[in-house]
Nanobody, 122 residues
Framework: QVQLVESGGGSVQPGGSLRLSCAVS?????????MSWHRHPPGKERELVAA????????NYADSVKGRFTMSRDNAKNTVYLQMNRLKPEDTAVYYC??????????????WGQGIQVTVSS
């Protein structure tokens, strides 16, 4: 059974930093896993924050977080990270990690983490 468990997050003042982690388990060695981070601010729609290739060699970010957020993955630990620096109040949201699973080029489905709160305020 595939599971995604998020950790980290919390409350921080503007300009501070937080690091989110998402551990993936139950994935067969033959499965390709494309990972991404999404967030859902209060009163707004969910949006893509960052994405990374299965091998970790390619990343892309939303314009609103470029230069401040960094996504990485450690395949040996089956974990992806989101390092968030110079946080702003508008970064306040529930953050979710997402796994897109495929095997030999066939899409198997998507899995989501449980969501974790990030609050940036004075």
């Amino acid at each position: 059974q595939v599971q995604l468990v998020e950790s980290g997050g919390g409350s921080v003042q503007p300009g501070g930093s937080l690091r989110l982690s998402c551990a993936v388990s139950g994935v067969a060695s033959s499965t390709t896993v494309f990972m991404s981070w999404h967030r859902h601010p209060p009163g707004k729609e969910r949006e893509l924050v960052a994405a990374i290739s299965s091998a970790g060699g390619s990343t892309n970010y939303a314009d609103s977080v470029k230069g401040r957020f960094t996504m990485s993955r450690d395949n040996a630990k089956n974990t992806v990270y989101l390092q968030m620096n110079r946080l702003k109040p508008e970064d306040t949201a529930v953050y979710y990690c997402k796994a897109e699973l495929s095997r030999i080029g066939v899409r198997m489905g998507d899995m989501w983490g449980q969501g974790i709160q990030v609050t940036v305020s004075s």
